[in-house]
Nanobody, 123 residues
Framework: QVQLVESGGGLVRPGGSLTLSCTASRRTDTAYTLAWFRQTPGKEREFLAGISWTTGADYYADSVKGRFTITRDNANDGVLLQMNNMKPEDTAAYYC????????????????WGQGTQVTVSS
């Protein structure tokens, strides 16, 4: 399994932008999909976006399509999540995850998780 570490969380105003970073402990040049999820207390972990490490193909949940962008961070063997036009309902703990499956989107599809980083959207 690959170890993942997220960073970049914090406080942002509504309408603002924030970029999260996920760094992997080793090269993810195998058939890994890296993805971002978020979770609020009492709710299930929600899939946001995923990207194939080998092809660069990305896919998104409808709830964030057009506002969030996932990209590969080749320098750090990880992924970035650019979040724009943020809303208070984006407040959550954000998690990076890795999977050996193609286009996974449920938590059970992922075998490696980071510890999470908190994002708060508030004025």
């Amino acid at each position: 399994q690959v170890q993942l570490v997220e960073s970049g969380g914090g406080l942002v105003r509504p309408g603002g932008s924030l970029t999260l970073s996920c760094t992997a402990s080793r090269r993810t040049d195998t058939a890994y999909t890296l993805a971002w999820f978020r979770q609020t207390p009492g709710k299930e972990r929600e899939f946001l976006a995923g990207i194939s490490w080998t092809t660069g193909a990305d896919y998104y949940a409808d709830s964030v399509k057009g506002r969030f962008t996932i990209t590969r961070d080749n320098a750090n063997d990880g992924v970035l999540l650019q979040m724009n036009n943020m809303k208070p309902e984006d407040t959550a703990a954000y998690y990076c995850a890795a999977s050996t499956r193609f286009y996974p989107s449920t938590p059970d599809d992922f075998s490696s998780w980071g510890q999470g980083t908190q994002v708060t959207v508030s004025s």
